[in-house]
T-cell receptor
């Protein structure tokens, strides 16, 4: 089936550094999402993105977070600066026009902030 | 408050037994999707089922909008069914899906 790729699978960084998580969505998809899951806890919505703009974001999407998809390349989540509580698995998802409600997820990037 | 609640939180079955997983939501529903999360964490879509009943192999999903619930039935469970099952709903007023807390299923020989 359609695949969403996330790079890297695991990232370890020091608190205060910047990190960029990369997502290669399904090729004809136009709606993009980031979710955050702390180990053993619920999957939480962060942000969704369409036509170059953030459509909606949750209170977990702090000012230190930003998303973009320059020129149809990777859909990225940047955190600058990182904090200890940002440690989690970040899942990217995408969906297609006409089937916006059917999400395809990547395998996640495990972010460890030390 | 919690808009999507799943039950049970965990379940242990013997191979061959059936399972019924429940998802209840507190707001009007626009869409409902069931996911299987592997022990390693990756998510696989199991059903997109905003209403009615859908079946795929040993899995059946039923969503009853008026009662604000959806269920996932697994028949003749297998060890490889072990993992966490998540439901995710999008409300009529929302633009994204909210996940339930999940049901952790363990199938033993």
């Amino acid at each position: 089936g359609p695949k969403v790729l996330q790079i890297p699978s695991h990232q370890i960084i020091d608190m205060g550094q910047m990190v960029t998580l990369n997502c290669d969505p399904v090729s004809n998809h136009l709606y993009f999402y980031w979710y955050k899951q702390i180990l053993g806890q619920q999957m939480e919505f962060l942000v969704n993105f369409y036509n170059g703009k953030v459509m909606e974001k949750s209170k977990l999407f702090k000012d230190q977070f930003s998303v973009e998809r320059p020129d149809g390349s990777y859909f990225t989540l940047k955190i600058q600066p990182t904090a200890l509580e940002d440690s989690a698995v970040y899942f990217c998802a995408s969906s297609s026009p006409g089937q916006e409600n059917t999400l395809y997820f990547g395998a996640g990037t495990r972010l460890s902030v030390l | 408050g919690q808009q999507v609640q799943q039950s049970p939180t965990s379940l242990v079955l013997q191979e061959g037994e059936n399972a019924e997983l429940q998802c209840n939501f507190s707001t009007s529903l626009n869409s409902m999707q069931w996911f299987y999360q592997r022990p390693g964490g990756s998510l696989v879509s199991v059903f997109y089922n905003p209403s009615g009943t859908k079946q795929s192999g040993r899995l059946t999903s039923t969503t009853v909008i008026k009662e604000r619930r959806s269920s996932l039935h697994i028949s003749s469970s297998q060890i490889t069914d072990s993992g966490t099952y998540l439901c995710a709903m999008e409300s009529n007023s929302g633009t994204y899906q909210r996940f339930g807390t999940g049901t952790k299923l363990q199938v033993v020989p």
